[in-house]
């Protein structure tokens, strides 16, 4: 039933709002604690690469992004572009799909040994 | 001194025409509407009714926010001694200050805002306890006089016309909370949705302009909790 996806899609941005709140306010604060004294980038990854920890941390923020960048855009769509139908929830599950991959594609080159 | 009042004349391609027309003490919008249409020019089309803001017949746009006429005074609204008065926002325009209001209360019906009981005339009154949750909850929206200003003032409305809007979504929610209903989940499945509950941005303009100081971003928001809840327990279905 349509009205139910409706009302999964609109939890699932909630909810995603919630972990990207959390998700933004980790990295910010990692990031400025990090380089108080300067900071390259073979130091950075002397420490993330091979930390389970920062994966999973990243992996979450990639996907929750993911989906909430995707449903957002399937709302802007519809409310701007007055596009909607499957179409464009093709179009947006795709870029869904593709910002998941790119994410993961980075939290993999971070955290993953050296090649 | 004269009040310089531009009126909306004509359909959608219309155009404004402008009135001068004397100022009284404790005027409102609605008694200089009434003033030009009989002094100054009786093809002035208006809706008005009761004159005493329980109809909701005589909603218009002034000076770009929608008001009920007959209650604000021209002493509120008219800064430099200025009106600009144009249909409801969101609506098409029959004529002059004169807005279609089908599709509006279309929407109230296909948010099933009709009350669906199963007592007969032959049963004994429903006992409901005013100060239960639900019957405050209801109490809270029931006020409603229908008269479309939270609708012109929707900016989801205008981005999506299938939106149902507040007014029908704050009707719909108090049938949720009335414990004598029996169409609880069609109801909730009718206000799901692209142009249900889920559209609404919390922007708050309804309840902004309510002239009866309801709440419908609140009526919106409840209709939102108690969906994804029907969701979860439906969820086998």
């Known amino acids: ?115 | 001194m004269n009040l310089r009042v531009s009126v909306w004349r004509g359909g959608s391609d219309g155009r404004f025409q402008s009135f001068e027309v004397p100022r009284q003490p404790s005027q409102t919008v609605l008694d200089a509407v009434t003033y030009i249409q009989r002094h100054l020019d009786a093809t002035l089309s208006y809706r008005f009714a009761c004159r005493v803001g329980m109809c909701g017949s005589c909603a218009m746009m002034v000076n770009g926010t929608p008001r009920w006429t007959c209650r604000t005074h021209v002493d509120k609204v008219a800064g430099e001694g200025a009106l600009e008065l144009a249909p409801l926002a969101n609506m098409p325009v029959v004529k002059d200050l004169v807005a279609d209001m089908d599709g509006f209360f279309d929407k109230w019906a296909r948010a099933r805002g009709e009350f669906v009981g199963k007592r007969t005339r032959a049963d004994d009154f429903a006992v409901v306890d005013p100060a239960s949750p639900e019957r405050r909850e209801a109490d809270a929206g029931i006020e409603c006089i229908g008269c479309g200003v939270c609708y012109a003032a929707c900016d989801v409305v205008s981005w999506n016309p299938a939106f149902l809007g507040p007014a029908a979504l704050n009707r719909a929610w108090t049938l949720v909370n009335d414990a004598r209903d029996t169409a609880r989940e069609v109801r909730l499945a009718a206000v799901a949705g692209d142009a249900g509950c889920h559209s609404c941005h919390t922007l708050m303009s309804c309840t902004e302009h309510c002239p009866k100081s309801l709440e419908p971003t609140r009526a919106i928001s409840g209709l939102k909790r108690a969906t994804w809840r029907l969701a979860l327990t439906a969820a086998d279905e």
């Open chain 1, 1 to 115: 039933m349509s009205a139910r996806r409706e009302v999964v899609f609109w939890v699932a941005q909630r909810a995603t709002a919630v972990v990207l709140a959390v998700c933004v306010l980790v990295h910010l604060v990692t990031m400025i604690y990090a380089v108080r004294n300067g900071l390259s980038a073979a130091e950075i990854l002397g420490r993330t690469r091979g930390s389970v920890a920062w994966g999973t941390f990243y992996s979450v923020f990639v996907i929750a992004a993911a989906i909430h960048g995707a449903i957002g855009l399937r709302t802007v769509a519809a409310e701007w572009l007055r596009w909607r139908g499957e179409s464009a929830e093709l179009a947006t599950t795709i870029v869904g799909f593709a910002l998941t991959i790119a994410g993961l594609r980075a939290v993999a080159a971070v955290i993953g040994a050296p090649v």
